[in-house]
């Protein structure tokens, strides 16, 4: 048993607004890039890592992983679901793609391994890390968008992270659904959700922030200098 890692880095970070895509950004040295491949290659069933990069990313193939023989490269796509789709179309139907955010450095062995556990659950078909919402939440008003229309229920909300764990075929089927028909996929989950699979929420670390604004930076440094003890 082993699994790919998946990494869409193709995008540009347009709210990090810092000259260069933010997986590019270093942290105590390293780029956010390698600190997330880091993260992946950490566990033993993770065997090979595909990254989704820009097309006109120049940077990439200069830094030190680029040659490793653990890594491939794909081209991206406009949107994340197409990154995600070139890269995990490549892969055998039956193979366990995890997919994983590049801008997400700070995941910790203890949740892949919670969540690779899912491959010997044969009741879903994978599986997300995801953090319940823990603030109050306001439904705004339907036209009046800085008015409260009422308070959803926090009880069965939770926040989607990364990585997703699903089978490459069926997931490779799903995007390509959900792309033809127009469904939101704004990540795996929501593709596989919307033919029908179930997907099994993995309660995981609130620490695994996505880094996408530019005051995200130290939090994820300090997130960084945690997991290193
Ligand atoms: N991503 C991708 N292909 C795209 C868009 C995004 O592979 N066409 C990747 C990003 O590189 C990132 C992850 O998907 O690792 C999550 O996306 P996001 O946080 O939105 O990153 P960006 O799109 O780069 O940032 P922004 O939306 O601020 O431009
Ligand atoms: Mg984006």
Known sequence: ?????????????????AGKPKQYLEIAGKTILEHTLNALMAHPLVNHTIIAAHPDDTILPTLPFYKKSWLSVVQGGSERA???LN??????????????????PCLSVDDI????????DESVAGGILATPV?????RAHPTKSQIVSHTESRESLWHALTPQLFKA??????????LTSGTLITDEASAMEAVGHQVKL??????????THPEDLPLAAFYLSQLAQ
């Open 82 to 84: 197409h990154s995600v």
């Open 134 to 138: 823990r603030d109050t939440m306001k």
């Open 202 to 211: 993995v309660a995981g670390n609130p620490a695994n922030i996505k880094i």
């Open 1 to 17: 048993l082993s699994v790919t890692a998946v990494v869409p880095a193709a995008g540009i970070g347009t709210r990090m607004q």
């Open 87 to 104: 890269a995990v179309s490549t892969l055998p139907e039956t193979a366990w793609a995890l997919v994983h955010d590049a801008a997400r």
């Open 113 to 120: 391994g919670k969540l690779l556990a899912l491959m010997k």
């Open 169 to 178: 075929g069926e997931l490779t089927h799903a995007i390509q659904a959900g």
